[in-house]
């Protein structure tokens, strides 16, 4: 098997009710953000001080140049496009330097125009309402005064263009004109009625020949003659002006803040967006092993256990023998059945149980499986090989010393380390004992493999409770003592790189993995949980933490009188002989 058989399917297509399960798994970062932002937008919503709104009403009409030589303004588009432009002089430097000799400053103004009037709305905002209402009613007037002394220069300007076009069209007019007031001329002074007939036959038709030129310039001079009569007209209306006031600004006595309700539907909402992103960011990002499905690949889940309540975690560590029937131990004799399928088809006796890190379950798993195989009849021998943190001692109510580090080093005897649980459970543990100054050294002797491989030998079972293997070196040697290992991985906890950087270790070792055992699952993949609860509904509350059939009247294992028809361990190691 390769470290990458065990690597998870990236999925590359994800479903709205896939989206819905990671918001519902991450509800904590979805709901944090909701809190943190209403609860802000709440605050500051508070601590704003009241705003007032006032606003003016300007109506805009053509400038007088443009009606008189300009009929395509009367087109929609144009017009948009003129208040636009009205709206860009109101903010100009000019109004704006008028507006700040009038107030002192620059306030800040909104200029916007109605989509179904040509009105300009100048609206101001301030904490004090009289302040607003004078904002917004000098911008406005100050606006006003700059449209009409420009629409003034716009018709004196137009009328001084049209004037100086008339005089160029009647200049026109009179050189074209000139030799026909020369036939004329000479006309009246003809000496003979020969000359006269001569020049009137000359004069009529250089007339003819002009006479679509004369009555052009003519019709041309009308039509300018014209403009600057309606220009003298709209002269006296640009004194009037061409933009006026038509609601002034008046102090408000309601104040403009949006409501509470309106800040913290906001706040909702953009919590609720910013604590999607995250949760999804959370998710993508989080690597660990939160279900069996994040174990593919050809290494078996064995077992998966429920996440246990926070007063059932002291019972976990035993569960297979304080409750066998509930769903917490119920993966735990699924374990045991693969393991029993395993010693009659391929031999497996001694069982390693380790872990990439610590706290991943590897002493519960081990404690439990122990259980579960002396529960079947089956002489199991369980041994806690973690010299540094070892806790079987404390699982079973066991004094660490002396344990099987004292064995070897004293030269004890076994019954002094190896401590029977219970008259007729046929399961043996032996602690750990004194620390030993180098451990790994110490797991190295061959007099340690001798007495690990000895109790294998005179049990069914032996379980070997290793250290995590990230953590130390001790694993490396210890899983050449053991038929198979067993990988117990936390979920939530656990990453995926670890248990390929695990799985790889055993491997180069030569190693054989039996499987993973799944710890801490939040949604129970091993049963119904409504099938167990109905019938153990709180173990933990009808039995004590030490089971009477199994914890009680503990023997050493020299002591017992055989079981599953094996002959009764010698009562004692000859001093100075190691297995």
């Known amino acids: 098997m390769a470290a990458a058989s065990i690597k998870p399917t990236i999925e590359t297509e994800y479903s709205l009710f896939d989206y819905v399960a990671i918001l519902r798994r991450r509800w904590i970062w979805l709901l944090l953000p909701v809190i943190l932002t209403t609860a802000l937008v709440g605050f500051l919503a508070f601590r704003q001080p009241d705003r007032y709104v006032a606003s003016a009403r300007v109506l805009l009409a053509d400038t007088a140049a443009q009606r008189t030589l300009d009929p395509s303004s009367q087109n929609p588009w144009y017009l948009t496009r003129e208040l636009s432009n009205e709206i860009t002089l109101a903010r100009s430097d000019l109004v704006e330097q008028l507006v700040e000799d009038r107030l002192g400053n620059v306030p800040s103004i909104t200029i916007e125009f109605e989509d179904t009037a040509d009105v300009l709305i100048f609206a101001a905002e301030s904490t004090e309402p009289n302040r607003a209402a004078e904002v917004a009613g000098v911008w406005a007037e100050t606006y006003v005064q700059v449209k009409q002394e420009e629409a003034v220069a716009s018709v004196a300007t137009a009328a001084e263009r049209l004037q100086t076009r008339l005089e160029e069209i009647r200049l026109e007019r009179q050189e074209l004109r000139k030799p026909i007031d020369d036939l004329e001329d000479r006309l009246a002074g003809a000496a003979t009625p020969e000359d006269r007939d001569r020049l009137q036959v000359q004069l009529d038709r250089l007339t003819a020949d002009l006479s679509y030129e004369l009555n052009l310039l003519s019709t041309q001079a009308g039509a300018v003659t014209t403009n ?7 002269a006296e209306l640009a004194a009037v002006g061409e933009a006026r006031i038509v609601a002034a600004a008046l102090p408000p006595s309601q104040r403009s803040n949006p409501p509470l309700s309106r800040n913290l539907a906001l706040g909702v909402i953009t919590g609720l967006m910013l604590g999607a992103v995250l949760a999804l960011i959370r998710e993508f990002r989080d690597n660990t092993i939160k279900s069996s499905a994040d174990v593919t690949g050809s290494i078996p889940v064995l077992a998966s256990i429920p996440r246990a309540p926070k007063g059932y975690l002291d019972q976990l560590d035993r569960v297979a023998a304080i409750d066998p029937k509930g769903i917490y131990a119920d993966g735990y004799q699924k374990l045991r059945a693969a393991v029993e399928f395993m010693s009659q088809t391929d031999g497996v006796k001694s069982i390693l149980v380790t872990s990439p890190n610590a706290g991943d379950g590897k002493s519960t798993t081990a404690s439990n499986l122990a259980i579960a195989l002396s529960s079947v009849a089956r002489r199991t021998v369980l041994v806690d090989t973690d010299f540094r943190r070892g806790r079987l001692h404390e699982i079973f109510d066991l004094p660490v010393v002396p344990g099987l580090s004292d064995y070897l080093v004293y030269q004890l005897d076994l019954k002094q380390v190896a401590h029977a649980i219970g008259p007729k459970s046929g399961l043996f543990t032996i602690p750990a004992g004194s620390p030993p100054p180098n451990p790994a050294a110490f797991i190295g002797n061959p007099e340690y493999r001798n007495t690990i491989n000895w109790l294998g030998s005179n049990a069914d079972n032996i379980v070997l409770d290793a250290p995590p293997l990230l953590a130390v070196s001790d694993v490396y040697t210890l899983a050449q003592y053991a038929d198979a290992v067993i990988l117990t991985v936390m979920a939530g906890k656990t990453t995926k790189s670890q248990l390929a ?73 000859p001093v100075g002989r190691r297995p």
């Open 501 to 573: 950087e695990v799985v790889a270790i055993l491997e180069q070792i030569g190693a054989k993995i039996l499987g993973v055992v799944l710890v801490g699952v939040k949604n129970v993949e091993s049963g119904n949980s409504e099938y167990y609860t109905s019938v153990n509904d709180n173990p933990g509350k009808r039995r004590s933490r030490r089971g009477k059939s199994l914890f009680d009247d503990r023997q050493s294992m020299d002591e017992g009188s055989g079981h599953n028809g094996h002959a009764p361990r010698p009562a004692r190691v």
């Open 228 to 234: 600057l009569t309606d220009l003298e007209l709209q």
